[in-house]
């Protein structure tokens, strides 16, 4: 199946500091989707980007599908933002996430 | 996300049972996922129906089974042939026009007693 790797697993920061955050997959995909997991185990929907950009906020994510990668940009993070991250592929409508990256953004 | 309701929020199971973790949607989806989180990991897929009276084993479907008898309801039950259920457990949906994204319920927290 469908390999899915983030880097880095673990990112500590300063508020006000910005982040890059990568997912790569072993194969050509139908979909590609980043969550963010709150506390409370409540995953979120962050972008759905088989391919291309898209912004929201202080979000932005980039997918080359042609070269098999994404990247989640965080900019101006604040507490809030603290939690895992992950990057999930389909095909065939089957999912495949990764393993996330558990980010804590300190005051 | 609003739409997906997983019920109960928390379970118990003792050595031996079965239980079944209950998953609704109101969003008029197509396809129905369901997931085990173990801590400190990301998803993985037990089992996915497309259609009604359909379902496909994910990667980890031993010891579970499910049912798709209605569109708007996917219940997985976890037997006792599951030898580590401790977990949490999500549920998902989608759309299947068109590529579109999954939607998840805010899980059920399995334990043993």
């Known amino acids: 199946g469908i390999q899915v790797e983030q880097s880095p697993p673990d990112l500590i920061l300063q508020e006000g500091a910005n982040s890059t955050l990568r997912c790569n997959f072993s194969d050509s995909v139908n979909n590609l989707q980043w969550f963010h997991q709150n506390p409370w185990g409540q995953l979120i929907n962050l972008f759905y980007?088989?391919?291309g950009t898209k912004q929201n906020g202080r979000l932005s994510a980039t997918t080359v599908a042609t070269e098999r990668y994404s990247l989640l940009y965080i900019s101006s993070s604040q507490t809030t933002d603290s939690g895992v991250y992950f990057c999930?592929?389909?095909?065939?409508?089957?999912?495949?996430f990764g393993d996330g990256t558990t980010l804590t953004v300190k005051p | 996300d609003g739409g997906i309701t997983q019920s109960p929020k928390y379970l118990f199971r003792k050595e031996g049972q079965n239980v079944t973790l209950s998953c609704e949607q109101n969003l008029n989806h197509d396809a129905m996922y369901w997931y085990r989180q173990d801590p400190g990991q990301g998803l993985r897929l037990i089992y996915y129906?497309?259609?009604?009276?359909?379902?496909q084993k994910g990667d980890i479907a031993e010891g579970y089974s499910v049912s798709r008898e209605k569109k708007e309801s996917f219940p997985l039950t976890v037997t006792s042939a599951q030898k580590n259920p401790t977990a949490f457990y999500l549920c998902?949906?989608?759309?299947?026009?068109?590529?579109?994204?999954?939607?998840f319920g805010d899980g059920t927290r399995l334990s043993i007693l």
């Open positions: 999930a592929v389909q095909l065939r409508g089957k999912s495949t």
């Open positions: 129906s497309q259609i009604v009276n359909d379902f």
């Open positions: 998902a949906t989608r759309t299947w026009s068109g590529n579109q994204p999954q939607h």
């Open positions: 980007i088989p391919s």
